[in-house]
């Protein structure tokens, strides 16, 4: 279970900035909270949504995690030996080239409590660090100074001669991972296990390459029900090869000096491929199939993430939503929130972070105050972080409605002058 993450000098984050999923004092609505032990709490929110102007850093906020996770599972295994880090440093303000990139993760893995960081210059991972809490208090697994480390009592294994095979511009928990470092691989395992979806909209053509060869989760086709689409079945049949399979084995066919359909031949297609087809409710109840290219936005998306959601769900772990709201109406959105704010749809305590500009979520009795979050940039251009619970505000008050008048802040706001009525 995700607790906090952190992140400084990264895109439009300067200072050190935090979102926290640890569940407040707050009294109300206590029965959707996750029970965790290894919280500070004792328990921690399922859903964290956050609000914010065009351009204020909320898909930042969403591509420093991704960001964090890709360093963690690839800087070893992919990373180039001869070069740097690959980072995104802020850079409206000169000193950010000059400063650390900072990323920061407390969690829960198998009940025990995880604190990991790194910091990284533009040459090397300069430093980083595990702190473990197997009984509330804290522990040394290990630190790092570029090239010198240290080793709590609590790691076992190999760790000075993995340090020997870390270079300056991988992870030590990357390496200790590629090298079979069984209590480091459980920390390894949960970078693995975040969910990312960034995709604003999803087309036909890319839905059916996913799907072509995949069973589908009836729970997805039956969420799509209740939201009114008419989708009542999933169907995969053989048809002639379509426009869109031929586009995509054309590039080959021309590299090969063939024609399309000759090598369609050869792939042993036969002339016939996978088609991937929604089946709708139609006259006297028949189920009619229409091609994914027949289907809204909104179904496509929900269609394309669903899925993952659900396997979220089934495995307990985190999922990162950039705009939720993509192409979605109210009710979807709330919809998915309510399937991780439910112990009943949500009994392994799988959490949500999502960005959106949809305030009637805000409404939804699924969220508590601890729950809304909000980004806005400061005169220097670089975003902050803060909770609704910053402000002093009632469980009963419309927040939407004090959001929309600039309380919290983090709205678009025009400084420009009002037109002249009487100019011609």
């Known amino acids: 279970m995700l607790l906090h993450f952190r992140v400084a000098n990264h895109l439009s984050f300067d200072d050190l900035q935090e979102v926290s999923f640890v569940a407040s004092s707050l009294k109300e609505r206590k029965g959707y909270l996750i029970d965790c032990a290894a ?3 004792n328990s921690v929110v399922p859903a964290a949504v956050v609000y914010g102007a065009n351009a204020s850093g909320k898909s930042n906020l969403v591509d420093a995690m991704q960001t964090m996770c890709a360093m963690v599972l690839c800087s070893h295994a992919k990373g180039d030996p001869g070069g740097g880090v690959a980072r995104q440093p802020f850079r409206l303000d000169p000193a950010g080239l000059l400063t650390d990139t900072q990323f920061d993760i407390d969690f829960v893995a198998e009940g025990i409590r995880y604190h990991y960081g790194f910091q990284a210059s533009d040459e090397a991972f300069v430093s980083e660090w595990l702190d473990v809490y197997p009984k509330a208090y804290r522990r040394l697994a290990f630190s790092r100074e570029r090239s010198e480390f240290t080793f709590g009592r609590w790691l076992k294994g190999q760790n000075s001669s993995i340090a020997k095979l ?8 990357s390496a200790a991972a590629q090298n079979g470092h069984e209590q480091l691989s459980k920390v390894f395992e949960y970078f693995r296990s975040v969910r990312i979806v960034r995709d604003i909209a999803v087309g036909g053509d890319e839905l059916w390459t996913r799907l072509a060869g995949e069973e589908p989760d009836r729970r997805v086709i039956a969420f799509l029900g209740k ?7 999933f169907r995969r049949n053989e048809a002639k090869n379509s426009e869109q399979f031929l ?3 054309r590039p080959l066919a021309t590299a090969a000096g063939k024609s399309t359909h000759a090598l369609a031949e050869e792939l042993g297609s036969g002339g016939m491929e996978p088609v991937v087809q929604l089946a709708h409710r139609g006259w006297n109840n028949a189920p009619v199939p229409l091609d994914l290219d027949r289907e809204s936005a909104g179904t496509l998306r929900l269609l394309a993430v669903m899925g993952l959601v659900y396997r979220a769900l089934d495995e307990g772990t985190p999922v990162l939503m950039d705009d939720l709201d993509a192409s979605l109406h109210t009710h979807a959105s709330e919809a998915v929130l309510r399937l991780f704010c439910s112990a009943q749809s949500n009994p392994k305590g799988a959490q949500l972070l999502a960005t959106t500009h949809d305030t009637n979520l805000m409404k939804s009795f699924s969220l508590r105050r601890d729950q809304l979050w909000f980004t806005q940039k400061d005169a220097e251009g670089a975003t902050q972080i803060y909770p609704l619970t910053d402000f002093k505000t009632r469980w009963s008050d419309n ?6 008048q600039g309380r919290y802040g983090a709205v678009p706001f025009e400084d420009l002058e009002s037109p002249d009525a009487t100019s011609g």
């Open 166 to 173: 870390t270079r300056p511009n991988s992870l030590f928990l």
């Open 227 to 233: 939201l009114g689409t008419g989708v009542v079945d």
């Open 247 to 249: 586009k995509l084995i």
């Open 399 to 404: 927040f939407e409605s004090g959001y929309l």
């Open 39 to 41: 919280a500070p709490s």
